[in-house]
């Protein structure tokens, strides 16, 4: 017959757990390095994906089988290309305007705002040129090229400005009402700044690329 529960040895006591280490919160310098290398990383990875483009362009370009690199009617609208390529130009400059003012300590939210209104402008524009063009991604290879580089850059584009806009909008709310310094990290408003230097050093690396696209599909066709 099974001995019952009260005739069993008692289990030995377990020894006490020591007490939990707080793990104390990350200084600002960490994160501040953090974002500056990934946006240095994100611009290489940005590279290597839009030099796809680059080479699709010049190889069909060579190739031109049965002359259908681009058909007599393959016309980009130049109009809305200088205006695009100007909104994006004038968006990186009032962007790393934006940052040298945040070094100086002044107020850069007015620029980050004309940033982030002419980056979209652009986009805008870019969705205005497909509304007006009589041919797609379908009538040779040229059209091929200029409707896929130009729509995943218009998503990049709009990434890059969704992520100026979450520093506009931190940058209001610390103003209102600073972070909470008991968090993951030790006094983040301070990431405000080095999040404004990496944004501004990929938007500008990003309009480079943009203004290298304008040159390619427009000028050069």
Same mark, same amino acid.
């Given at each position: 017959m099974a001995a019952s529960s009260e005739n069993l040895p008692l289990r030995p006591a377990a020894a006490p757990l020591a007490a939990a280490r707080e793990i104390? +919160?990350?200084?600002?310098? &960490?994160?501040?390095? +953090?974002?500056? &290398?990934?946006?240095?990383? =994100? $611009?290489?990875?940005?590279? #290597?994906?839009? !030099?796809? *483009? !680059? #080479?699709? %362009? *010049? %190889?069909?370009?060579?190739?031109? /089988?049965?002359?259908?690199w681009r058909p007599a009617h393959i016309h980009?609208? /130049?109009? =809305?290309? !200088?205006? *695009? &390529?100007? $909104?994006? !130009?004038?968006?990186?400059?009032?962007?790393?305007?934006?940052?040298? /003012?945040?070094?100086?300590?002044?107020?850069w939210l007015s620029l980050g705002l004309a940033s982030l209104a002419l980056g979209l402008a652009a986009v805008a524009l870019q969705c205005v040129e497909y509304t007006t063009q009589h041919w797609g991604p379908t009538n040779g290879a040229y059209a091929s090229v200029f409707s896929g580089w130009t729509a995943f850059y218009m998503i990049a584009v709009l990434a890059t400005m969704f992520w100026l806009e979450t520093l506009v909008a931190t940058e209001l709310r610390a103003r209102r009402t600073p972070a909470h310094s008991q968090g993951d990290v030790h006094e983040p408003d301070r990431l405000i700044a080095p999040g404004l230097d990496a944004a501004v050093f990929y938007w500008s690396y990003l309009a480079a690329i943009g203004v290298l696209m304008y040159v390619i599909l427009y000028p050069l066709q």
């Open positions: 104390p +919160a990350e200084p600002p310098d &960490v994160g501040a390095r +953090a974002l500056s &290398v990934a946006s240095r990383l =994100l $611009c290489g990875a940005t590279s #290597f994906f839009f !030099v796809a *483009f !680059v #080479f699709a %362009y *010049f %190889y069909l370009r060579s190739l031109d /089988q049965d002359h259908m980009p609208n /130049q109009a =809305l290309g !200088v205006a *695009f &390529v100007a $909104c994006l !130009v004038a968006s990186a400059l009032a962007s790393i305007l934006a940052g040298r /003012q945040m070094k100086a300590s002044r107020s």
